[in-house]
């Protein structure tokens, strides 16, 4: 079940362009393209003639031609013309989507046109905030998008999953803080005179003890900001930061398959590409240590589809976001009937 009056990811700004493309989202196939304008257009990918992707076609103007048959649609979905019929077609065409080009994302409205609320896209200005700086990408995962927004509310995992990257032995003997603001979950860990993990011990360059904040926020429906402070600890030598920024889009391809876009920021050493690069592959080698165990975990789920799972203490964060969307779900199905 998904929450469709909401904002997914689509694509990156970069992915879009004068040729159309095919993306699933939440189960249905879309066409994305660009008008002579430069500005971005969404529509199912199904010609209402004989069904086939119009992302097969080409482009005549700002109008879209099934590659088929000739069916021309324009960039609201209408069928404006059909081969050998004179006729203007009238009530025929394919469903459009609302587009918001923001942040260097294609951010895609999935639900009730008339219900668009530009407000519910996520404060990821970081993307494009010169005081911040990185790199980021596209990964497609095998599994449901909830088990990896999951993984994200729940990093004791990196003391498992992530040995010589994010992994830190203390992160299970801290509690968390979990607290609901205007729709959103915050996970808050704060973990004093700590060792720094491998991948912060490089960024910052720390060989004592350090006080490690992780401050997470979820934000339906597929919305996860890791935001990570790391500082010299209070009776250490040392006086060192680094602040880090991992937003991540995690975007229903199908009810088993994720698009997963993603970007690190940092605020320090803006100029340092051998750190941006550094980071980069540090996360990505991270986030394929969490592919390979997450999409296990989707086969061993699809054997018990209705069982279940054993909670515990550090799933707080999870259970809570679970709780907010079932609320918000529910909500939209009593409006909508």
């Avoid at 050493?269 to 390979?292: H, I, P, R, V």
Wanted: charged share 20%; aromatic share 12%; hydrophobic share 35%.
């Amino acid at each position: 079940m998904y929450l469709n009056n909401a904002w997914y990811v689509g694509a990156w700004s970069s992915e879009v362009n004068r040729k159309p493309f095919q993306r699933f989202m939440l189960d249905k196939p879309l066409v994305f393209y660009r008008k002579e304008n430069g500005e971005p257009v969404a529509l199912d990918d199904r010609c209402c003639h004989r069904f086939a992707p119009l992302s097969a076609g080409w482009l005549d103007g700002d109008n879209i031609v099934c590659g088929y048959h000739g069916f021309t649609y324009s960039p609201s979905g209408a069928c404006v013309s059909i081969p050998g019929v004179e006729k203007k077609p009238k009530k025929i065409g394919v469903m459009g989507y609302p587009v918001i080009e923001k942040w260097g994302w294609i951010w895609v409205w999935m639900g009730n046109a008339e219900a668009v609320d530009e407000t519910k896209i996520p404060d990821f200005h970081y993307l494009q905030d010169p005081a911040w700086t990185g790199h980021g990408e596209t990964l497609n995962l095998k599994s449901n998008y909830d088990l990896v927004v999951e993984n994200l509310l729940d990093l004791t995992h990196a003391k498992y999953v992530h040995k010589t990257t994010l992994a830190t032995n203390d992160v299970t003997e801290f509690p968390l803080t979990i607290t609901e603001q205007e729709d959103t979950i915050i996970v808050e860990r704060m973990m004093r005179g700590i060792k720094a993990s491998p991948l912060f011990a490089h960024a910052g360059n720390f060989t004592e003890p350090v006080d490690h904040r992780q401050h997470i926020v979820f934000t339906p429906p597929c919305y996860i900001s890791i935001n990570t402070t790391v500082v010299s600890a209070a009776n250490s030598m040392e006086n060192k930061s680094a602040d880090i920024r991992i937003l991540n889009a995690l975007t229903p391809e199908t009810s088993t398959t994720t698009n997963y876009f993603w970007n690190l920021v940092r605020c320090f050493a803006l100029d340092d590409e051998d750190m941006t690069k550094f980071l980069y592959e540090g996360n990505k080698f991270a986030f394929s240590e969490d592919q390979e165990i997450i999409e296990k975990q989707q086969q061993m789920w699809n054997t018990v589809p209705n069982a279940k799972p054993v909670p515990f203490p550090h799933d707080k964060g999870i259970i809570q976001k679970g709780k907010l969307m079932e609320r918000l779900i529910s909500s939209e199905k009593c409006n909508y009937n």
